[in-house]
């Protein structure tokens, strides 16, 4: 358990220092820390069973079916980085307390650092590979957050998008090759993959592997093509570039190269890929670095070199290789922090970073000045302190190395690169501390608070410890961590300050002179790279990205501007185009169900339907035609229905019909009536072959379906309406009983529908359009006769016998044709001649029903008959049915299922009277309506 | 069913099909718009009436159960063409307002009801209804 | 019989199609509808052509018309009425708003006849 | 311009208040028994219910309590009418089929009405245009005179006795 821990600690323990930041930032500071501190100290709990090479462990199930679960455990190797990672992060948390300017959100720094610690701890000890990648993309994002910290600065703004898109990028190609690795390995424990080296190296899916794993590593490394992203992560705090983008973060890549060695090292293409990006990064990071002003991007392109150098070590692939690789890492961290701490002091102290402004502060600032110089005779290679040590081993690697078997390839570049380092890490030093005290700083510096100049102090003294005594010091965490990364015995070896006269000593002696030599001749030499013109990456970067950005407008501007009429196109034609695709790839024959003989009476009826097709393409635009031939169309269609046996369908069909049309009279009533003569261009002969060739596919896709036979699944339904569904009639036995649920959502359509349309008509009748209303006339002549008597009279006779037709086919609908809806209609029919035979008002006063109050009535009612059922501990909307016997009437059904029906009906003629009532009262508010 | 029954069910329907053609015969064939507003009369009335009949005859004969649904229908029918009638002939006065002088007026001093001018009518038709028949 | 129906189908949804396509909201609403009766037609006719099948149960092993397709076309010709009804409204709320009754059709440069714009 | 019948605040009878439209009720319960198409007593007893119940609501529609008499003479004038209905179709019949459009002499007819209430005015406007032949086009604003168009006629005023003691004198037995 503890081992979880020490992860989630920092993770969870972020918030604790933003509350207690209310209280003061030594108290948001000391809360941090002790986070630091409890998780360092679970962990190094562990370091008696890791000396016992037992490795402790723990897992839990997180999302078992990717199996994707939460399992740690710290080896040497996680122990190393873990101890890293809380070690200088106690540091940076005590510096950033002192560092940090008082207005700048220091709880919200701190709540971030603890998140990306956390992130880091994740990475380094987590045992499944998923979710490693989960905390990869953490850090990701945590860095992201932390080079945006101050959001008011542009450049942090843009540094911190450009490192998330490089960094999680690299994370996505990252997480393809885990996967793909957890495939051929068989499984996402690190335990197990790590035995399964072979395995890995044979598969076919090898190289692809390695690619992608070596992207996510290279991009999180800032190794040469990817590097760009970090001089630009420069914007972030110092404290946050001393500790993530120099000791933590950016070596979570070479942690991983690490730990995949045994299974990816070894083979020639890892060698070549691996090592020879190392030296080119470490050779052109070097080189940039001599040349840049600013104190920070020094440091930063210097990390990137050191990078190099790690990887490099890493690709050779031998063990003494790793070795040097862990031991450097140790080193790096140490003396790379310390130097950005001791930019940060200069920043904090003269307040510019930039190089050529400073000089001779060694007497203001004795102390930032020797713990400087310590640190960077450290990065120079300097025999007292670590350095010396790491770079003697480096060199050691090199010379054994032969690359494309020219034996002095390798080293004479690593010597050219060498020389570089010296000479950038003696500028950074010389120009900034040493030389003639100026005096036109911008602040006046002196030595910074003990807070500031302490921690880099510290790791200036453990360097130099680790230098006089490295086997003492490091020699064994240096044993354990590179067991653990070989997953074998490491070689002998033993780390000490004097080797004797190793060729190693004599190239980097030599390397020493012609640094030194190099920076003397700094102002020529300068002059020669001013005028070389180089490709700036961060350039390209905007390049590229600016260029998708123009390309995704102008494809939406060229496809949608705007016209309904290029949408509607443009998406039938994608659907049908769409069909066509599926179609040409599947065979089609002809199927073999025997086909109906044609009906004449149906020939009479499919040349109506074709010839209204057509008038009414043709004729659209004079009102009457156009609204006689869709209505023919219906009829017709309803005809088709009674005669293939569908009569429920009919009968709908036919009352939608009518009301549709009342529908349409009533809009047509206040639509314009003259018609717009469309220029007859290419447009609408492109509209009319869009429509045939959609209609012919249609038609032939309908043709192709019934003519081939099929296993319909109806047989449930007809073989259980009666038994369970209790009625004979199954088209609405289904409708109200078997998809109940279907129903109850289609009347809440319609009710829902019926309110918009009201809401948008009151909209106009109450809202500023009602001025616009009262000036309009239709600019018919309106007969004085305004309502006939004879319509009058016989529908007023008819009400109360089409309300009886109605209850008629309501009762009867379980049965026999008939239901809920079309009695529904029938009295909505009726009801609305009220409305157009007498007029609105009149009729309106006399319906007495709220139209509103029946869609929810209605609704309330269907809902009741579902929840009756779960009250009965039956699923939502089951009904049941008896038949009682009573005495005088005789055997009576009676069936919840005509609640339903019931409330069905309420609320479609709730919907259909509330849309019809409304648009028709629309008319009396214009200006012919005061006639 | 024994062949009387078929042959008057025959019959029937030889007659029904005959007025309706007549009727749509009629439409094709009169001069006027009034005069083919007559035609549609014919063909709902006895025309539907005698396949109603033969319908009728027909579920009697062969199930035996004396179905009523067709006297409704018919009984329907004769409630609603009229009104239909009577509304194209009402929309024929309103447009066709300078018709031939053949339409006679009523009396001195009303004229019908579609072709009152607007200014002169004061007030609805609908609320003369209302009064006459309290 | 199926022929005739492929065809009717074919036609019904040409001529919507096109009508979606033209410039007044009212023709887009017919075409809409048109569309509409093709669609119910076609679902329809997936359950297979019968005629003069019992759609009444009488024994429940005889054959039937596929009363599936039908339930979905019933509740279909409902709902498209309620859209229907939705969009006619929407036209006419957008004629009174914004006083033509042209859809925004080939975009502001196209030819709809100058004086009618 | 709307109609503005306000039921009268007098209190109305029991028989006015639950059984408005006796003869709807009547009506309502026959077309009940004929739908269902078999008189049981279930039939029967929804029947009388529907009858009693839909009236009281669909009342408020129909203001006018109309009184039906001598219900013999409403017999006698449906089978008049269907009648005439039969004559009345061949005639057209012989006469759309046979005689040539240039001879048919359609005219419109004024007939003066006695008969007031708009029920009845509309009975006969039916009756006169189910008989084909004869087409009622409209009435008079005083609803005093109905305007018939006739397809093929010699002299008015054989159409207007004919329809007034045919069709009015009845309808005047049964309706005010």
């Known amino acids: 358990m503890s081992i979880a821990l020490i992860v989630l600690l920092p993770l969870l323990g972020a918030v604790f220092p933003a509350l207690m930041m209310r209280l003061g930032k030594n108290e948001s500071a000391i809360a941090a820390s002790s986070v630091t501190i409890l998780s360092l100290v679970l962990l190094l709990t562990n370091i008696f069973a890791i000396s016992q090479s037992t490795v402790p462990q723990a897992s839990w199930p997180w999302v078992p079916q990717i199996d994707l679960n939460a399992s740690f455990f710290v080896d040497g190797l996680g122990l190393l980085f873990a101890v890293m990672i809380l070690g200088i992060g106690l540091l940076v948390t005590v510096y950033a307390r002192f560092y940090l300017s008082p207005q700048e959100a220091l709880g919200r720094f701190f709540?971030?650092?603890?998140?990306?610690?956390?992130?880091?701890?994740?990475?380094?000890?987590?045992?499944?590979?998923?979710?490693?990648?989960?905390?990869?993309?953490?850090?990701?994002?945590?860095?992201?957050?932390?080079?945006?910290?101050?959001?008011?600065?542009?450049?942090?703004?843009?540094?911190?998008?450009?490192?998330?898109?490089?960094?999680?990028?690299?994370?996505?190609?990252?997480?393809?090759?885990?996967?793909?690795?957890?495939?051929?390995?068989?499984?996402?424990?690190?335990?197990?993959?790590?035995?399964?080296?072979?395995?890995?190296?044979?598969?076919?899916?090898?190289?692809?592997?390695?690619?992608?794993?070596?992207?996510?590593?290279?991009?999180?490394?800032?190794?040469?093509?990817?590097?760009?992203?970090?001089?630009?992560?420069?914007?972030?705090?110092?404290?946050?570039?001393?500790?993530?983008?120099?000791?933590?973060?950016?070596?979570?890549?070479?942690?991983?190269?690490?730990?995949?060695?045994?299974?990816?090292?070894?083979?020639?293409?890892?060698?070549?890929?691996?090592?020879?990006?190392?030296?080119?990064?470490?050779?052109?990071?070097?080189?940039?670095?001599?040349?840049?002003?600013?104190?920070?991007?020094?440091?930063?392109?210097?990390?990137?070199?050191?990078?190099?150098?790690?990887?490099?070590?890493?690709?050779?692939?031998?063990?003494?290789?790793?070795?040097?690789?862990?031991?450097?890492?140790?080193?790096?961290?140490?003396?790379?922090?310390?130097?950005?701490?001791?930019?940060?002091?200069?920043?904090?102290?003269?307040?510019?970073?930039?190089?050529?402004?400073?000089?001779?502060?060694?007497?203001?600032?004795?102390?930032?000045?020797?713990?400087?110089?310590?640190?960077?005779?450290?990065?120079?290679g300097v025999p007292p302190m670590n350095g010396f040590l790491s770079k003697e081993m480096m060199l050691e690697e090199v010379t054994h190395a032969t690359a494309i078997g020219v034996a002095w390839l390798l080293p004479g570049l690593v010597m050219l690169a060498s020389v570089f380092s010296v000479a950038?890490?003696?500028?950074?030093?010389?120009?900034?501390?040493?030389?003639?005290?100026?005096?036109?700083?911008?602040?006046?510096?002196?030595?910074?608070?003990?807070?500031?100049?302490?921690?880099?102090?510290?790791?200036?003294?453990?360097?130099?410890?680790?230098?006089?005594?490295?086997?003492?010091?490091?020699?064994?965490?240096?044993?354990?961590?590179?067991?653990?990364?070989?997953?074998?015995?490491?070689?002998?070896?033993?780390?000490?300050?004097?080797?004797?006269?190793?060729?190693?000593?004599?190239?980097?002696?030599?390397?020493?002179?012609?640094?030194?030599?190099?920076?003397?001749?700094?102002?020529?030499?300068?002059?020669?790279?001013?005028?070389?013109?180089?490709?700036?990456?961060?350039?390209?970067?905007?390049?590229?990205?600016?260029?998708?950005?123009?390309?995704?407008?102008?494809?939406?501007?060229?496809?949608?501007?705007?016209?309904?009429?290029?949408?509607?196109?443009?998406?039938?034609?994608?659907?049908?185009?769409?069909?066509?695709?599926?179609?040409?790839?599947?065979?089609?024959?002809?199927?073999?169900?025997?086909?109906?003989?044609?009906?004449?009476?149906?020939?009479?009826?499919?040349?109506?339907?074709?010839?209204?097709?057509?008038?009414?393409?043709?004729?659209?635009?004079?009102?009457?035609?156009?609204?006689?031939?869709?209505?023919?169309?219906?009829?017709?269609?309803?005809?088709?229905?009674?005669?293939?046996?569908?009569?429920?369908?009919?009968?709908?069909?036919?009352?939608?019909?009518?009301?549709?049309?009342?529908?349409?009279?009533?809009?047509?009533?206040?639509?314009?009536?003259?018609?717009?003569?469309?220029?007859?261009?290419?447009?609408?002969?492109?509209?009319?072959?869009?429509?045939?060739?959609?209609?012919?596919?249609?038609?032939?896709?309908?043709?192709?379906?019934?003519?081939?036979?099929?296993?319909?699944?109806?047989?449930?339904?007809?073989?259980?309406?009666?038994?369970?569904?209790?009625?004979?009639?199954?088209?609405?036995?289904?409708?109200?009983?078997?998809?109940?649920?279907?129903?109850?959502?289609?009347?809440?359509?319609?009710?829902?529908?019926?309110?918009?349309?009201?809401?948008?008509?009151?909209?106009?009748?109450?809202?500023?359009?009602?001025?616009?209303?009262?000036?309009?006339?239709?600019?018919?002549?309106?007969?004085?006769?305004?309502?006939?008597?004879?319509?009058?009279?016989?529908?007023?006779?008819?009400?109360?016998?089409?309300i009886l037709v109605a209850c008629y086919i309501f009762l009867r609908g379980h049965n026999l044709p008939g239901g809920g809806f079309i009695a529904a209609l029938v009295v909505s029919i009726a009801l609305i001649m009220q409305y157009m035979a007498s007029g609105f008002a009149w009729a309106d006063e006399r319906v007495h029903f709220d139209y509103h109050a029946l869609i929810g009535g209605g609704g309330l009612i269907a809902a009741i008959t579902g929840i009756g059922s779960i009250v009965l501990g039956k699923p939502f909307l089951t009904s049941g049915f008896k038949y009682v016997d009573f005495p005088f009437i005789g055997k009576v059904e009676l069936a919840s299922v005509s609640a339903f029906d019931l409330g069905v009906f309420l609320t479609v003629v709730g919907g259909v009277m509330l849309a019809l009532a409304n648009l028709s009262n629309l008319g009396r508010m214009t200006g012919d309506g005061k006639q | 069913m024994n062949s009387f029954f078929e042959a008057l069910i025959a019959l029937h329907i030889v007659v029904g099909a005959f007025f309706i053609f007549v009727g749509s015969f009629g439409l094709l064939k009169l001069p006027s718009f009034m005069s083919r507003l007559h035609a549609p009369s014919k063909s709902t009335t006895l025309g539907v009436g005698g396949c109603l009949v033969a319908s009728m005859l027909q579920l009697w004969a062969a199930a035996g159960t004396i179905s009523v649904h067709e006297t409704l229908i018919t009984f329907f029918l004769f409630m609603t063409a009229p009104v239909t009638a009577h509304f194209l002939a009402l929309a024929y006065l309103h447009t066709q307002r300078s018709i031939d002088e053949s339409l006679p007026k009523p009396s001195p001093n009303s004229n019908w009801s579609t072709l009152l001018n607007e200014e002169s009518m004061t007030h609805s038709n609908s609320v003369r209804i209302s009064e006459k028949s309290k | 019989m199926e022929l005739l129906v492929a065809t009717a189908v074919a036609a019904m949804t040409a001529a919507g199609i096109y009508l979606l396509l033209r410039a007044q909201t009212f023709s887009i609403v017919l075409g809409l509808t048109m569309v509409t009766y093709a669609v119910n037609l076609f679902i329809f006719a997936s359950g297979r052509l019968t005629v003069n099948q019992p759609d009444i149960i009488v024994n429940p092993t005889g054959t039937y018309a596929d009363p599936l397709p039908q339930a979905l076309v019933l509740t279909a010709i409902v709902i498209s009425f309620a859209m229907t009804a939705l969009i006619l409204v929407m036209s006419v709320r957008s004629y009174f708003e914004s006083g033509s009754d042209l859809v925004d059709l080939f975009g502001p440069e196209e030819t709809v006849s100058k004086d009618r714009r | 311009m709307e109609e503005t019948v306000s039921t009268s605040p007098e209190r109305k009878s029991f028989l006015q208040r639950w059984l408005p439209h006796p003869w709807t009720t009547v009506s309502l319960v026959l077309l009940w028994l004929a739908l269902q198409n078999s008189v049981s007593n279930g039939n029967l007893l929804v029947a009388l219910l529907l009858g009693i119940t839909l009236p009281i609501y669909t009342s408020s529609f129909w203001p006018q309590r109309q009184t039906l008499r001598n219900p013999f003479t409403v017999f006698e004038l449906v089978v008049i009418v269907m009648w005439d209905i039969g004559v009345a179709n061949v005639q057209v019949a012989w006469l759309v089929l046979f005689k040539d459009p240039s001879q048919i002499r359609s005219r419109w007819v004024s007939v003066p009405l006695e008969i007031v209430s708009s029920e009845a005015l509309t009975a006969l406007a039916a009756i006169v245009s189910l008989t084909p032949g004869t087409i009622s086009s409209d009435f008079s604003d005083d609803n005093r005179f109905l305007l018939v168009h006739c397809l093929d006629l010699e002299d008015a005023d054989s159409l207007i006795d004919s329809v007034k003691n045919r069709y009015e004198k009845r309808l005047k037995r049964i309706l005010i």
């Open chain 1, 111 to 380: 709540a971030y650092l603890l998140l990306f610690q956390g992130a880091m701890l994740g990475v380094v000890l987590s045992n499944n590979i998923l979710l490693l990648i989960v905390f990869w993309e953490l850090t990701s994002l945590s860095s992201f957050l932390l080079i945006g910290f101050k959001s008011d600065s542009q450049e942090g703004r843009q540094g911190a998008r450009m490192a998330l898109a490089v960094t999680a990028g690299g994370g996505l190609a990252l997480l393809a090759g885990m996967l793909l690795l957890g495939q051929v390995a068989g499984s996402f424990e690190l335990t197990e993959i790590l035995k399964e080296g072979e395995k890995i190296r044979s598969s076919p899916y090898y190289l692809s592997i390695l690619a992608l794993v070596l992207i996510g590593c290279f991009t999180k490394s800032a190794q040469f093509p990817f590097h760009f992203w970090l001089p630009h992560a420069m914007a972030a705090p110092t404290p946050v570039s001393a500790y993530l983008h120099s000791a933590t973060m950016v070596k979570a890549g070479i942690f991983l190269m690490l730990r995949l060695w045994p299974v990816l090292a070894g083979t020639q293409t890892w060698f070549y890929v691996v090592a020879g990006t190392g030296v080119i990064t470490m050779l052109i990071a070097a080189v940039i670095a001599l040349f840049r002003d600013d104190l920070k991007s020094i440091l930063a392109y210097s990390t990137i070199s050191h990078l190099g150098i790690m990887t490099m070590l890493v690709g050779f692939g031998s063990e003494m290789a790793v070795v040097a690789c862990v031991f450097h890492v140790i080193n790096h961290a140490i003396f790379k922090a310390a130097l950005f701490m001791n930019a940060g002091i200069v920043d904090h102290e003269t307040g510019t970073r930039d190089i050529s402004r400073l000089g001779g502060l060694a007497s203001l600032m004795p102390i930032s000045a020797i713990t400087a110089t310590l640190a960077a005779a450290s990065m120079v």
């Open chain 1, 424 to 802: 950038y890490s003696l500028r950074f030093l010389l120009y900034t501390y040493f030389g003639p005290v100026r005096n036109d700083y911008p602040a006046k510096p002196h030595d910074p608070s003990r807070g500031l100049w302490l921690p880099p102090a510290c790791l200036v003294v453990l360097a130099i410890l680790i230098g006089l005594f490295p086997e003492a010091w490091a020699g064994s965490i240096t044993r354990l961590a590179s067991d653990a990364a070989l997953q074998s015995k490491s070689p002998k070896f033993h780390l000490s300050l004097w080797h004797g006269w190793t060729p190693a000593l004599m190239m980097s002696i030599f390397a020493f002179g012609c640094g030194a030599t190099a920076l003397s001749l700094y102002v020529p030499v300068r002059s020669i790279w001013n005028k070389a013109l180089l490709p700036d990456a961060k350039g390209l970067y905007d390049l590229s990205l600016n260029a998708c950005v123009r390309l995704a407008r102008i494809t939406t501007d060229r496809s949608f501007n705007g016209s309904l009429h290029r949408m509607l196109f443009l998406f039938v034609l994608a659907a049908s185009a769409l069909g066509g695709v599926v179609f040409a790839r599947s065979s089609y024959e002809r199927g073999e169900r025997e086909l109906l003989p044609i009906n004449t009476s149906m020939f009479v009826g499919w040349v109506l339907v074709i010839v209204a097709c057509f008038v009414l393409a043709w004729k659209h635009q004079s009102r009457l035609i156009a609204l006689l031939t869709v209505n023919i169309v219906g009829l017709i269609s309803s005809i088709a229905f009674i005669y293939l046996s569908a009569p429920d369908l009919a009968l709908t069909q036919i009352a939608v019909e009518v009301v549709t049309l009342i529908l349409m009279l009533l809009a047509l009533h206040f639509l314009p009536k003259e018609a717009i003569n469309e220029v007859i261009s290419w447009r609408q002969y492109r509209d009319i072959v869009l429509s045939v060739a959609v209609g012919a596919s249609v038609g032939f896709l309908c043709w192709a379906m019934m003519t081939h036979d099929f296993q319909s699944i109806s047989s449930y339904y007809i073989q259980h309406s009666k038994p369970l569904g209790g009625g004979a009639n199954v088209v609405n036995v289904i409708l109200v009983d078997f998809r109940g649920f279907d129903t109850f959502g289609e009347i809440t359509v319609i009710g829902i529908a019926a309110m918009a349309i009201y809401a948008m008509l009151d909209g106009m009748l109450t809202g500023p359009l009602s001025a616009t209303l009262l000036k309009w006339t239709s600019g018919l002549r309106f007969s004085p006769n305004r309502h006939p008597m004879m319509m009058v009279v016989v529908t007023r006779v008819m009400l109360p016998l089409a």
